[in-house]
């Protein structure tokens, strides 16, 4: 340290000073310092990356178990359905044939539906055949079940 003298008033007062190279010295060390809280920067640079991957990565596998979970439910609503269907054309006791008539969003509109069809269709009097057969005996088995839904007698 240097010995330096500085004026007040008329007097003269001896004050201590650094020297430049000790301000060096000094400046050095305390950048030194500092740079040392922030060494691990790099890593941790590296760390926060892979953290943003990883973090990604289980946004992706979240999003597409929700779309299986969400696509499990849809199939699990129309297997409900489906169950609940069967049960209603037994409770109408609906012949199996007719059971694709019996539509609906829920149960109650199933229901309703069937109950319409069961007013209209006494058990056995309709045979619905699935066998193709020629075009002009077609007309004639249409009018045939029209005249049992409806109750008139066909020619």
Known sequence: MAKLY???GDDYKE?????QPEVDEIVTKRLD???SKFADYDSLKEKAAKVDTVENE???KLEEANTKATDLEKQVGAAKLETEKVKIVHEFKLPEDLAEFVTG???DDMRTKAEKLAKGVKPGSVDLD????PSDEK????KQMAGKLFGKKSD
């Open 6 to 8: 500085q004026k007040e």
């Open 15 to 19: 004050v201590d000073a650094f020297l």
């Open 33 to 35: 310092r500092e740079r």
């Open 58 to 60: 289980w946004k992706t």
């Open 105 to 107: 969003d829920s149960a």
């Open 130 to 133: 699935k066998k193709p057969k």
């Open 139 to 142: 007309a004639n088995d249409t």
